[in-house]
């Protein structure tokens, strides 16, 4: 008898911004205890899953020629861990990545990835685990995947991987500036605890007044709150970030930051009309290599025929 092959499975996953990032000393055991505000944005990737006889991954669209295809793979990564959840030794799958988040960009591009597979393997295998499930092995993959999964806008704690949802009561519009070449995120904190140990680079404060101006929904409120610990040392190792925010907001926008261990810098706009207005006047004032429009917050990870996990 002829086994049924199921048809290739499509989930569309978004990329993240920080819109606060608050970054501890160094600990003993070398990492960083983080509070941050996670904020998820339409510029998305798409994941295939298929199975096939030639299990692998393939990349295609932005950066491609940057993105292991490997073991070292996100993506592989995660067929692996849910695999070995679920004792399915050798998975016989093939994963198709179509990149629109930049790659090292700071925008968390392969823990998008990774939670993207997750959520087609699920639906590929007919397994019956929901989104918290899946959190477990996500966090186990990287601190930025768990939120890949949820989206919206998220309170993060520990290393990134502990989530709690923030109210948002509003669209805010983005325009984001990719960088030439990408940044090494152990490379940013590295510079962070150099600088902080021959000086005393700003540090952001709380959290709370961002989380209030996300409940109020102006994008005016929370312009004046963007803040992440990690831009001084993204500037120090790319100094000409300086020139593409100051380029942002001469555009008109309200406020730029540094996305995350940067390099992609993300200008909050007062409206989409606007945004696209800083966009086209970023694009022509020759501090970046691309410029793109987004919105947020966005849900995580879906399957794009719509339909849901358990
Ligand atoms: P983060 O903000 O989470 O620190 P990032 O957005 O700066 O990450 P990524 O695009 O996730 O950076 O990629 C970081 C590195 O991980 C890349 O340089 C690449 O070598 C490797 N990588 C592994 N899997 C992937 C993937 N699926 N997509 C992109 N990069 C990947």
Same mark, same amino acid.
């Given at each position: 008898?002829?086994?049924?092959?199921?048809?290739?499975?499509?989930?569309?996953?978004?990329?993240?911004?920080?819109? /606060?990032?608050?970054?501890?000393?160094?600990?003993?055991?070398?990492?960083?205890?983080?509070?941050?505000?996670?904020?998820?944005?339409?510029?998305?990737?798409?994941?295939?899953?298929?199975?096939?006889?030639?299990?692998?991954?393939?990349?295609?669209?932005?950066?491609?020629?940057?993105?292991?295809?490997?073991?070292?793979?996100?993506?592989?990564?995660?067929?692996?861990?849910?695999?070995? /959840?679920?004792?399915?030794?050798?998975?016989?799958?093939?994963?198709?990545?179509?990149?629109? +988040? *930049?790659?090292?960009?700071?925008?968390?591009?392969?823990?998008?990835?990774?939670?993207? @597979?997750?959520?087609?393997?699920?639906?590929?295998?007919?397994?019956?685990?929901?989104?918290?499930?899946?959190?477990? +092995?996500? #966090?186990?993959?990287?601190?930025?995947? *768990?939120?890949?999964?949820?989206?919206?806008?998220?309170?993060?704690?520990?290393? %990134?991987?502990?989530?709690?949802?923030?109210?948002?009561?509003? @669209?805010?519009?983005?325009?984001?500036?990719?960088?030439?070449?990408?940044?090494?995120?152990?490379?940013?904190?590295?510079?962070?605890?150099?600088?902080?140990?021959? %000086?005393? *680079?700003?540090?952001?404060?709380?959290?709370?007044?961002?989380?209030?101006?996300?409940?109020?929904?102006?994008?005016?409120?929370?312009?004046?709150?963007?803040?992440?610990?990690?831009?001084?040392?993204?500037?120090?190792?790319?100094?000409?970030?300086?020139?593409?925010?100051?380029?942002?907001?001469? #555009?008109?926008?309200?406020?730029? @930051?540094?996305?995350?261990?940067?390099?992609?810098?993300?200008?909050?706009?007062?409206?989409?009309?606007?945004?696209?207005?800083?966009?086209?006047?970023?694009?022509?004032?020759?501090?970046?290599?691309?410029?793109?429009?987004?919105?947020?917050?966005?849900?995580?990870?879906?399957?794009?025929?719509?339909?849901?996990?358990?």
């Amino acid at each position: 008898m002829l086994a049924v092959v199921p048809p290739p499975v499509t989930v569309r996953v978004p990329s993240k911004i920080n819109l /606060h990032l608050s970054v501890g000393d160094l600990r003993e055991d070398g990492f960083h205890d983080l509070t941050t505000v996670f904020h998820a944005l339409s510029l998305t990737d798409e994941v295939t899953v298929a199975v096939a006889e030639e299990p692998g991954v393939e990349v295609y669209g932005e950066g491609e020629a940057s993105v292991p295809t490997g073991a070292n793979n996100l993506a592989w990564r995660a067929v692996q861990a849910l695999a070995a /959840h679920v004792g399915k030794p050798d998975p016989k799958v093939r994963v198709v990545l179509r990149k629109g +988040i *930049p790659v090292a960009g700071g925008m968390a591009g392969g823990s998008a990835d990774a939670a993207g @597979t997750l959520v087609a393997l699920t639906a590929l295998w007919k397994l019956d685990l929901g989104r918290d499930e899946l959190a477990g +092995i996500a #966090a186990k993959l990287g601190s930025d995947v *768990p939120f890949a999964l949820y989206g919206g806008t998220a309170l993060g704690t520990g290393r %990134g991987e502990q989530l709690v949802p923030v109210l948002s009561r509003h @669209t805010f519009h983005w325009v984001l500036a990719f960088d030439q070449r990408g940044l090494s995120t152990p490379r940013v904190y590295e510079e962070l605890d150099r600088l902080r140990e021959i %000086g005393d *680079p700003p540090r952001v404060g709380s959290h709370a007044p961002v989380v209030e101006a996300l409940a109020s929904g102006d994008p005016r409120q929370l312009a004046l709150l963007l803040g992440n610990d990690l831009q001084a040392a993204a500037v120090s190792l790319r100094p000409g970030l300086r020139r593409t925010l100051r380029a942002g907001v001469n #555009a008109g926008a309200l406020a730029g @930051t540094v996305s995350g261990s940067g390099p992609t810098c993300a200008f909050l706009c007062a409206d989409a009309e606007s945004a696209l207005a800083v966009a086209a006047e970023l694009a022509g004032a020759g501090v970046c290599r691309t410029v793109r429009v987004a919105h947020g917050p966005v849900p995580g990870a879906r399957l794009t025929g719509g339909e849901e996990l358990h």
